[in-house]
């Protein structure tokens, strides 16, 4: 049973499309991540919720738009989808939330923006 | 300069070899994460560890608070040891802000 799942895994698509990455964990964690892993192998926070709200939004651009509808899924969606948008994203889940706790990564979903 | 800085960037290693990476961080913390990327792609967290020392298997993990400092060891290393090791800090605030390294690559030969 995957702890920590995103949907797609891989997403090919063209510039000025808007797509949705979906997250769902089973653990039971209040607190989702989302990270940006880019073409250097980078990692950067974007968002993390806590209980369904939202705690930070780490100057990211107003196209990408996180919902949680429950504390076990954060799904991310992105409008009009830009070059640079390329990238793979990992949701992750703790248990903490004021600092990190053991975090459990989802496999990444690789966007490619054409 | 980058808050977490790792060495090397790149390690190849002979099967069987004792492996060092290396973080040095320049910021406060509550607590340093060491994850493992698998060539394909997947994360998994290793060690969080916010003093002394923590073992798992073949792998140790050590932190110097004092230095800001922490080494990843890996002890008789294998062919499936190759990845990439990411070290991460976290500066214990709300929501979590993990700042990561760049990553070790990491390639041991049978």
């Known amino acids: 049973d995957t702890a920590v799942s995103q949907t797609p895994k891989y997403l090919v698509t063209q510039m000025g499309n808007d797509k949705s990455i979906k997250c769902e964990q089973n653990l039971g964690h209040d607190t989702m991540y989302w990270y940006k892993q880019d073409s250097k192998k980078f990692l950067k926070i974007m968002f993390s919720?806590?209980?369904?709200?939202?705690?930070i939004n780490e100057t990211v651009p107003n196209r990408f738009s996180p919902k949680s509808p429950d504390k076990a899924h954060l799904n991310l969606h992105i409008n009009s989808l830009e070059l640079g948008d390329s990238a793979v994203y990992f949701c992750?889940?703790?248990?903490?939330?004021f600092g990190t706790g053991e975090l459990f990564f989802g496999e990444g979903s690789r966007l490619t923006v054409l | 300069k980058n808050e977490v800085e790792q060495s090397p960037q790149n390690l190849t290693a002979q099967e069987g070899e004792f492996i060092t990476i290396n973080c040095s961080y320049s910021v406060g913390i509550s607590a340093l994460h060491w994850l493992q990327q698998h060539p394909g792609g997947g994360i998994v967290s290793l060690f969080m560890l916010s003093s002394g020392k923590k073992k798992h298997g073949r792998l140790i993990a050590t932190i110097n608070i004092q230095e800001k400092h922490s080494s990843l060891h890996i002890t008789a290393s294998h062919p499936r040891d190759s990845a990439v090791y990411i070290c991460a800090v976290d500066r214990g605030t709300s929501g979590s802000r993990l700042t990561f390294g760049e990553g070790t690559q990491l390639t041991v030969n049978p």
């Open positions: 919720y806590n209980n369904k709200e939202l705690i």
């Open positions: 992750a889940s703790s248990q903490v939330w």
